[in-house]
């Protein structure tokens, strides 16, 4: 069993910036890819920007530029740097990890999700 722990979330003006970090806990053989969703009211979950064990990372298109991706695979974390914010990026953001469990069965974790709010 594996726990994603999210913080960073809050209010920030347009133009500002925010970290986000997940952390993984728990027992597995290995963390492969990790990412970070977003769900804005009334909209369905989408992908902002996802990262594998070795470093590649991609993004939505319209975040890119603006949020970058990383994470450090001895501290089972990952990271979603946001600048520039826009109002349009106000959603609450999801951490995703593909996991390897000890029997070597794939499993797909989330976490409970952290409010990030663009206003001025």
């Known amino acids: 069993q594996v726990q994603l722990v999210e913080s960073g979330g809050g209010l920030v003006q347009p133009g500002g910036s925010l970290r986000l970090s997940c952390a993984a806990s728990g027992s597995f053989f290995r963390i492969n890819a990790m990412g970070w969703y977003r769900q804005a009211p009334g909209k369905e979950r989408e992908l902002a920007a996802a990262?594998?064990?070795?470093?590649?990372?991609i993004y939505a298109d319209s975040v890119k530029g603006r949020f970058t991706i990383s994470r450090d695979n001895a501290k089972n974390t990952v990271y979603l740097q946001m600048n520039s914010l826009k109002p349009e990026d106000t959603a609450v953001y999801y951490c995703?990890?593909?996991?390897?469990?000890?029997?070597?069965?794939?499993?797909?974790?989330w976490g409970q999700g952290t409010p990030v709010t663009v206003s001025s």
């Open positions: 990262i594998t064990r070795s470093g590649h990372s």
């Open positions: 995703n990890a593909a996991v390897t469990d000890w029997d070597q069965t794939a499993t797909n974790y």
